[in-house]
């Protein structure tokens, strides 16, 4: 079973019923112990970091998450879910990220509308489970105005947005996307698959 984890932000049902098509499993919810029974996580989102993270916090979910993470759990980040993964965010403010994977969120260059809306290629940078049976250069959906920088051997995928962005990223069992695989038609369906059947 995998658990879409319920902070009261984003596009939840959604990637619950991608997942459903694909014949998983799947259910979204706030309760923990529901989502420590779950096979795998799934933090999908969209708005503002701060508020995100301080009710990820509040809720215990980020104990969940650590558990996870130290259990080899598979876990995915979905967009705002990508970024809460790292070490901290300049989005309106500071705010200290889960710290799962080393890098920081900063708002994408001056040079280019923001926010990021619409299909863009993936150029894949590392044999990813998540990439698997994916044509060369798919085409997957952004909406987001802020992206990772981290020089940690991670980077699974970047796109070019005005520069070269990093936009996925595998650490052991922690998956994290900008993209929304559950709007990227049947790219994003397989990236969803390959997910559910780790």
């Known amino acids: 079973m995998i658990a879409v984890i319920d902070y009261g932000m984003g596009n939840l049902r959604s990637v619950q019923k991608a997942f459903e098509f694909l014949g998983f499993e799947a259910v979204v919810t706030d309760d923990t112990a529901v989502m420590k029974k779950a096979d795998k996580l799934v933090l999908p989102g969209v708005g503002a970091f701060g508020d995100a993270i301080a009710t990820i916090r509040q809720k215990g979910f980020d104990s969940v998450i650590y558990e996870a993470a130290d259990k080899n759990k598979p876990f995915m980040g979905i967009c705002l879910g990508m970024q809460m993964v790292f070490d901290k965010s300049?989005?309106?403010?500071?705010?200290?990220?889960?710290?799962?994977?080393?890098?920081?969120?900063?708002?994408?260059?001056?040079?280019?509308?923001?926010?990021?809306?619409?299909?863009?290629?993936?150029?894949?940078?590392?044999?990813s489970p998540l990439f698997d049976g994916l044509p060369e250069s798919p085409y997957v959906y952004f909406v987001h105005s802020y992206y990772l920088e981290t020089d940690a051997p991670v980077i699974s995928a970047t796109v070019y947005y005005g520069k070269e962005i990093q936009v996925a990223v595998q650490k052991d069992n922690i998956f994290a996307l900008q993209f929304h695989p559950e709007k990227s038609g049947d790219v994003g369906l397989k990236i969803l698959k390959n997910f559910g059947g780790l």
């Open 90 to 127: 300049y989005e309106y403010g500071e705010y200290e990220g889960l710290g799962l994977i080393k890098g920081e969120i900063k708002l994408l260059p001056d040079n280019v509308k923001k926010p990021h809306i619409g299909w863009n290629n993936l150029d894949i940078k590392m044999r």
